[in-house]
C-alpha cells in the first residue's frame, strides 16, 4: 500500500537546511499566518486519496510562553484563539477517517531576572570551565577541567547549592534522563562531564564573546512537573 508524508511548517524555516535534513523525503508546504495554517493543514487532509502521514508545526505558543512568559496575557489569549482554530478545523474535516494527536516537546515554567545566575557574577566557578556552559539555562552542560574537578564541585555545592543541583552527565545518561534506550556514542562528549540542574524558577546564564544579553520570560528543559509533562491530545474524525 502506497503511504505519503508531508510537512506543513512556517514558510521562514520550511526549506531550510535543519528542514531538508529532518523531513526529506517528505512534502514540505510552508505558511505566514494561522488562518493558511489551518487551511494548507485542512487542504491536506481531505486531498488524500489512500493513507497518508502529516507533520504540521506550530511555534507561535512557544515564542510567546518564552518572550512573554506562559502565564502572560499574550500567551493565554493565543493559546484560546487557537484552541477555538482547532475546534473548527476538526470539524471542518468531521468524516475523512482522520486520526488528530496533537502534543508539545516540553513544558514551561515562569522566571524573571531575580531567578537569574549569571556566570560573570562567579569567575571561580568560570576558572573551572573549558568550554562556555552550554545546553539549556535550566540543564547546562559543564565541561570542567581535569584538574580543576575538586574545586568546581566544592564550589558548586558551597555556593550554588540554593541553586542547582550538580549531576555527573555519565550518570543521567546511565538513568536514562536523556531518553530510553542505547545512548548514542557521542552523547558522552556532547553533555559535558556534568550537568547543572536549576531548581524552582532558576536558570543560569553565560555567554560567548560577543554574544548580547537577552532573558527569556519562560523557559524549559528542567525537572519540574510543569515542565516535564506535556499534553496530548488524540481525536479521530
Known sequence: MHKTAAVLSPARIVDSAYSQATTAPALRF?????????????????AADGPEFIYAYWPDFDSLAHHKGVSGVEAQQHFAALDCAVGAFLEGIAGTDTCVVITADHG????????????AEH???AA????PLCGEPR??????????????????AEVLGPYCECMASAE???????????????LAARSGDYVLLLKGQHVIKDYV??????????????LSTAELHIPL?????
Not at 573551572?128 to 568550554?131: A, E, N, Q, V
Not at 540543564?139 to 558548586?156: G, I, K, L
Not at 564573546?209 to 528542567?222: D, R
Request: hydrophobic share 40%; with cysteine; net charge negative.
Open 139 to 156: 540543564a547546562a552542560y559543564c565541561y570542567v577541567r581535569p584538574d580543576h574537578t575538586n574545586a568546581f564541585e566544592r564550589y558548586v
Open 108 to 119: 514551561f515554567i515562569d522566571t524573571g531576572p531575580e531567578h537569574y545566575v549569571q556566570l
Open 172 to 186: 543521567l545518561i546511565e538513568r536514562g534522563f536523556f531518553g530510553l534506550g542505547a545512548a548514542h556514542p557521542e
Open 233 to 237: 491530545v488524540v481525536a479521530c474524525v
Open 128 to 131: 573551572c570551565l573549558r568550554l
Open 30 to 46: 510552508g505558511y505566514q499566518t494561522q488562518h493558511e495554517f489551518f487551511a494548507r493543514l485542512t487542504g491536506l487532509v481531505t
Open 209 to 222: 564573546a560577543g554574544e548580547q544579553p537577552f532573558f527569556f520570560a519562560g523557559v524549559h528543559s528542567g
Open 123 to 125: 569567575p571561580d566557578l
